[in-house]
Each structure stands twice: as C-alpha cells, then as structure tokens.
C-alpha cells in the first residue's frame, strides 16, 4: 500500500465511492434494525460509526461484506451489487478484510497458520510466499516474535492484532472493524489503536466501529452517528464532535464526555 | 503427637507429592508412608484382621499350602485374634482419655506407637497370605478339577470354569467376532456420520446455484429423516429386516440360496447393521460437536473469502471433531455391547456362542455370567485404550501450549 498524503483531509474524496450503500434496509424477526441506510466510502476514506448499542452500527457493517444478508437495497462494491442473488461473494470478500470484536482467531492453528490460511486455500499465493507475507505483516503489528505461538496463550491486545494481520494478509482494498477494542482491558486497547492508526497513515480504506471517541476524533475523515437504525448525522469530526446539529447527537456524546 | 512433629510431617509429605512424578520420587514417597506415623492404622487394620480370621475359618483346599504346617497357620490365627485385642484395648483407653489422648495414652507414644506400626504391616502380610491360600489357591484347585472332570461338576464356579475350557475354540471365535463386528461397524459408521453431518448443518449460501442448493435442502432433509428413522426403531428389528431385505433382493436376481450364503453371510448383513445403527447416533453426536464450535470461526473464515466448504475442512471440523471425541469412543463401546442383539440373524459373536455352549450343557445361569465377564472386559479394556487414545490426540496441542508459552515468557 503506497503511503499516501493525507494533507486535504478535510478536504473531501473526489472519484467514485469504494463501497456504496443504498437504501439498505434489515430486520431481524419484527426487529428493524436498518431503515433506509444510504452511506459512501470513498477510496482511503476513514469513517468511523458512532451510536448507542442496538442502533444498528454493527449489522450495518456486516452487510456490507454480506454476513449479514440485507432485506432491501444494494451496496455496491467495485461496481457489482454484493446484495444481488448468486453473486459470488467469497470473490468480494477477498478484497474486504474485517476485525471483529472478539478477535475469532482459528484457536486450531498457531498464529502464522491464521494469517496464511486464506492466502493458500484460495491459491493467492504459494506456501512459502504467504508465510513471508504474513511475517512482514505480522512484523507490523509487532507480533512477528510469536508466529509459532498457540493463539490461545495470547492476551487479547495481541489477538486482535494477530487479527489485522490476518486480515491485511489478504491485500484487502478495504477493512471493515467492528469494535475492535470493546472486548480489551483500558490498559492494552492502546496498541490496537496504535495500529489502525498506522494504517489509516498507509491510505487504507476503514470503516470503524467504535466506541473510542478519541480515536475517532483524531484520525477518521467522516463521523457517521447512527441512531435507532437510520444515519442521524455525519460531517466531519469537528462538526460532529464541536458543533452536532442534532439534539439525539448532543445527548449522545454528552454521555461519552462525562465518562 | 507434638505439633513439631505433625509439621514436619506435612512438609515432608508436600515435599513428597513433589517428587511423585519421578520414579525415584515415588519410591521415596513409599518409604515415606511406610515409615511415617498413621493415627488411624488401628481401626482400618482391624477390619483387615478381621478379614484374615474369617479366612482363616474356611474350608482348606487340596492345593492349599498351609494345609503342611497347620502350626504356623494357628500362630496366624492367634496374632490376628492379639491385634484385635491390642485395637480394643486402644479404643477404651481413647474413649477414656477423649480430649488428651495423643498426649497421655501410651498407645500414641513410643516405643508402643512403634511396635503398633510394624503390627500392622504384619496384619496386613498375614491376611494376604491367607487371601493366597485360600481364594487364589481354592480357585486354582476348581479349575484344576473342573478341566480334568469327565462331565460337567455340579458346583456352578466349576461348571463355569469347565464350559470355558471344553468350549474355549467357539468363545474365542465369540469373541474375535464381537470386535471385528464393533471396530469395522464403529469406523464404516463414523466416515458415514461425518458426511451426514456435513449434510445436516450446511446451510445455503449466497454463491450457490439453484442445484447445489436443492441438493443442500434434500441433504439435510435425508440426514434429519435418517436419525429419526434409524433411531426410532430397535436394533434386533432392524437386524432382521436389512438381513431379509439383503437376501430377498439376491433371490430376486436370480442367485441360488447356496451363492447368497457366500456373498450376503450373517456376518456382513450383521455388519451392515451395526454401521447403519451407529451412524445415527455417531451424526447426532458429531453434529453436537460441530455446533458447539463458536460461530465466529465460521464468520472469520468466511470473512477472509473462504467458501462455506473450505471454511468447514480448514477451521470447524478439526475444533468440532476434537469436542465430539469422548462421545464417538463411547459408541464403539455400546457397539461392543449392543453387536449381541445380531445373534438374532445367526452372526457368530459372542452371544450367539453363549447361547449355543447352553444348549449344549443345559447350565444356561453360568454360561450368561461368562459372557457378562467377557463383555466388561472387552469394554474396559475398549475404554482404556480409548482413554489412552484420546489423551494422546490432546498431547501435540498440550506440548504446542508450553512451547508458546514459554517463548511468551522470553
């Protein structure tokens, strides 16, 4: 990944959106979850999603990379509709890493078998070129000394950690994170922030969610504040965090702030 | 005892159960029990003398070796009856001295507590010795009589004993049958279960095309139809119909009885059944196994860009099948038990040799006896090795984690 310029922030993407959801809508039983998501991602865009739990921040993200099938509407990704019938989605899924709050690392392979899993069932690359790939990756997240450790002697910040490199193995265009640092001790959450930050320096394309204000203050391009299933608000971070037009926003970061 | 003495103790024996994996260490941790203090040795070694008196009591057999030297036997005799006594006399004078009876009792001080710990271990060698002569020496002496008799003893240990020799060619035939019926059914029946579950939790994925998905939907109709089915009925009647259905299929193609007898024998039909059985139950046993793997190592496999298949192979099967490992042996010990319902059909296992050894001698109680011993010990031995079996499949996982760990610790 070419280290990119991120000086017009601000500034807004220009070009066609990477992912496009359009009109997303989902239910679970009576349970409306999404009503009528319409978001873009721009290429080496950041957005992070903030919200109460059971807005819908989650199952947003998981139908983007279609774990969770949608009722209605479309997210378009490279130009083909994940949510169509029979499209193959393990092509598209290649290309969109995710985190996830409880690491789900494969607890029957050591750390290095985690990370050239995929590249070598799905033939990208060959054993010993997946290994190589995996341990510059996994020199990035500074795990490269526990490649032959068993994943379950692991704390949970260096899981989640061996979790990105797994990911990032992969070559994704875009990573998908979904609380990754909700299931960690306030002491290591740190370092797995230190990485996505890292990599949102490289110019990779994130959706984050999360509940660290801090790190989506500082290093995400668009703050998307999702309230009771529907997009409340979004704007960049200063508008979001220093001027909300929305009284459920205000409340809402209000209650994070006093913490 | 003095508290000193009491600490002493418990370091020595902390320093002990250090030890005790060492071979070295669990000799010295003998010589410790052997040589160290024991408050209760008086009332569990009088059970035991005990024991030895009403041994002591029994008829002698002809092959028994204190018959010669009857003196030395009285003299057992007599020390058994003297620790009895020396036990009471300790009672009493417990129930005397309730609250102070390690410090004023002289049977909790030297040199008494001395002379009690090494009549002890005589009391001990002494009943063992009668144990000997008595039961091991009467048993060896039934069986010496019961193979030499012309017919059948009267007495059931001996009739036992005499079935088993005269007929040991048809139980050892039993026997190798059982197991070759329990082992073969067991793994035909695990690699048929393994695919029904595959089957049964598959679900419908978005890459599929419309006949993978009706073969999906048909597979795991069939595997739920399958358990309810296999499970819902007896083995003994399920026996009988694949046997029939097997041999009324042949006779409709033409086959003469004599050329069936060779192709569908008893013992493949047997076999059929066995594994067809143990299939169901394997399936629900794998499936448990499978589920209860965390969805999310389905998720991120899935996440990475694996199909649901590969996801399967790579990441839930070697999790899923590792849980279900305790329930899978225990089947191919119900296999062992349940394989003498096939005697029904004419499959020459075990049972069916119990049964012909009866008819034979008409001493039905002891020939069932035999064939219970016989199964428990196939099955403990069964669940023994499988015991070992299991604990050696856990073991490079065991070794991986303090590898890891220790390179953790640098």
């Known amino acids: ?259 | 005892m003095s508290s000193e003495n009491e600490e002493a103790t418990a370091a020595d024996a902390v320093a002990a159960a250090k030890q005790a994996s060492s071979r070295g260490g669990r000799l010295r941790r003998l010589g410790k029990f052997v040589g160290g203090d024991h408050r209760y040795v008086l009332l569990s070694t009088s059970v035991i003398a005990l024991i030895g008196i009403w041994l002591s009591m029994q008829k002698r057999t002809d092959m028994s070796f204190l018959a010669p030297v009857y003196f030395v036997e009285v003299a057992m005799y007599y020390s058994l009856v003297a620790w009895l006594i020396l036990s009471a006399a300790a009672l009493v004078t417990k129930l005397m001295h309730w609250r102070d009876y390690a410090e004023r009792s002289p049977f909790a001080r030297n040199p008494l507590r001395t002379i009690e710990r090494i009549g002890s271990y005589i009391v001990v060698i002494i009943t063992c010795v009668l144990f000997v002569d008595r039961v091991v020496m009467g048993f060896a002496s039934v069986t010496v009589h019961a193979i030499e008799a012309d017919s059948i003893p009267q007495g059931g240990l001996a009739a036992a004993i005499y079935m088993v020799y005269e007929c040991r060619d048809l139980f050892v035939t039993g026997i190798l049958t059982t197991v070759e019926l329990a082992v073969f059914g067991t793994i035909i029946a695990f690699f048929l279960a393994l695919l029904l579950a595959t089957l049964r939790i598959l679900t419908i994925d978005k890459p599929d095309n419309d006949l993978v998905r009706f073969f999906k939907v048909v597979g795991a109709n069939f595997a739920k139809l399958y358990s309810t089915v296999i499970r819902g009925t007896p083995m003994m009647v399920q026996a009988l119909i694949i046997y029939n259905a097997g041999f009324a299929f042949l006779r409709g193609m033409g086959l003469s009885v004599t050329e069936i007898n060779g192709l569908w024998s008893t013992f493949i039909a047997g076999l059929v059944t066995v594994s067809i059985n143990s299939t169901a139950y394997m399936m629900e046993v794998l499936r448990g196994g499978l589920e209860s793997v965390d969805p999310g190592q389905m998720e991120a496999a899935r996440s990475l860009g694996l199909s649901q298949w590969q996801a399967m192979v790579k990441v839930v099967f070697p999790q899923g099948i590792k849980y279900a490992v305790p329930g899978l042996s225990n089947e191919l010990v119900i296999n062992i038990k349940d394989s003498s319902v096939l005697s029904i059909i004419g499959v020459v296992e075990l049972m069916f040799e119990a049964r012909s050894v009866a008819g034979i001698y008409y001493r039905n109680l002891e020939v069932y006896l035999v064939a219970a011993v016989c199964y428990l010990i196939l099955t403990m031995v069964a669940t023994w090795l499988l015991n070992r079996l299991s604990r050696r499949l856990d073991a490079p996982r065991f070794s991986n984690t303090s590898e890891s760990a220790s390179a953790v610790g640098e």
């Not at chain 1, 490279?78 to 949510?83: F, T």
């Not at chain 1, 290591?188 to 949102?200: K, N, P, Q, R």
């Open chain 1, 1 to 259: 990944m070419p280290l990119a310029n991120k000086t017009e922030k601000s500034e807004g993407h220009v070009g066609e959106p990477l992912v496009r959801v359009e009109a997303l809508r989902k239910s679970f039983g009576s349970l409306e979850v999404l009503k009528n998501i319409n978001l873009d991602v721009m290429p080496k865009e950041v957005v992070t999603i903030i919200g109460a739990s059971g807005s819908g921040k989650s199952t947003l993200l998981r139908c983007i990379n279609l774990l969770e099938t949608p009722d209605a509407g479309h997210v378009w990704f490279h130009g083909s509709d994940l949510a169509a019938e029979h499209v193959n989605v393990n092509r598209l899924r290649e290309k969109i890493g995710m985190v996830f709050q409880s690491f789900n690392l494969f607890n029957n392979m050591n750390v290095l078998g985690n990370c050239t899993l995929a590249p070598v069932t799905l033939k990208k690359a060959s054993k010993a070129e997946a290994e190589e790939t995996a341990m510059r990756r996994l020199e990035e997240v500074g795990l490269a000394d526990f490649a032959h450790a068993d994943v379950n002697t692991l704390s949970g910040g260096q899981k989640q950690r061996v979790a990105i490199a797994r990911a990032l193995c992969m070559n994704p265009e875009l990573m998908l994170f979904d609380e990754p640092t909700s299931a960690l001790d306030p002491e290591i959450v740190g370092e797995v922030l230190g990485v996505m930050h890292d990599l949102a320096q490289q110019g990779m394309t994130m959706v984050v969610v999360t509940h660290e204000m801090e790190f989506a203050k500082s290093v995400s391009d668009r703050v998307v504040f999702m309230d009771n299933g529907v997009i409340a608000e979004e704007g960049t971070p200063k508008q979001i965090f220093g001027n909300p037009k929305q009284a459920r926003t205000r409340e809402f970061l209000a209650r994070y702030l006093d913490d």
